[in-house]
């Protein structure tokens, strides 16, 4: 079974800051790797995922994340935050094979400030 | 990507009452998830339905409580049955078809009060 921690459950920065949103998972088998983010009264919008290949996936709005097999993490990060990056960001790991069924962390707020 | 209607988008309900959450993609799909996100909570997955089977549901989730219906592969309904107050949830369906090594995609969600 997979499990996916999100470290942080609320996250404030401010405007023009750098931040590290950090995911860390546990899986027995091969994963896929997403970031997804939820604005407020919003669906969800997928930032970027990491399938295969390079390990520095770049997404939308300026993110990226790295997933690091050793360390079993998928931190998200962005070099310079701005006010409308204020949401909910969700990591999501998904099985390679099978079920292909997503399980989510519980969700990091960033909240930038001005 | 495909586009998917999910319906109501939201409705307020009486205890004890039951609702029907409908699913419809533009396109044919392989397999349906459902998914639940209870309030400041992250999203829970409920079941997954394929066409022609019964849906495969996870732990802590009945088929009495949340029983689902794929007659074809562009549809799919969940309902959820005798609702209480702490079925109030945003409820998403999720589609997804070969190839599986791709991103997951979502309605825009129904949103449940009971009261």
């Known amino acids: 079974a997979q499990s996916v921690t999100q470290l942080d459950s609320q996250v404030p920065v401010f405007e023009e800051a750098p931040v590290e949103l950090r995911c860390n998972y546990s899986s027995s088998v091969s994963v896929y790797l997403f970031w997804y983010v939820q604005y407020p009264n919003q669906g969800l919008q997928l930032l970027l995922k990491?399938?295969?290949?390079?390990?520095l996936v770049k997404g939308i709005n300026g993110f990226e994340a790295e997933f690091n097999k050793s360390q079993t993490s998928f931190h998200l990060r962005k070099p310079s935050v701005h006010i409308s990056d204020t949401a909910e960001y969700f990591c999501a790991v998904s099985e390679s094979s099978g079920t292909y069924k997503y399980i989510f962390g519980t969700g990091t707020r960033l909240k930038v400030l001005a | 990507s495909a586009v998917i209607s999910q319906k109501p988008s939201r409705d307020i309900c009486q205890r004890g009452t039951s609702l029907t959450i409908q699913c419809q993609v533009d396109?044919?799909?392989?397999?349906m998830f459902w998914y639940r996100q209870q309030p400041g909570q992250s999203l829970t997955l409920i079941a997954t339905?394929?066409?022609?089977?019964?849906?495969?549901?996870e732990s802590g989730f009945v088929i009495d409580k949340f029983p689902i219906s794929r007659p074809n592969l562009t549809f799919s309904t969940l309902t959820v049955s005798n609702m209480s107050p702490e079925d109030s949830s945003i409820y998403l369906c999720?589609?997804?078809?070969?190839?599986?090594?791709?991103?997951?995609?979502f309605g825009q969600g129904t949103r449940l009060t009971v009261v």
């Open positions: 990491y399938l295969s290949g390079s390990t």
């Open positions: 999720s589609p997804k078809s070969p190839p599986m090594n791709t991103e997951a995609f």
């Open positions: 396109s044919q799909v392989t397999m």
């Open positions: 339905a394929n066409q022609g089977s019964e849906a495969t549901y």
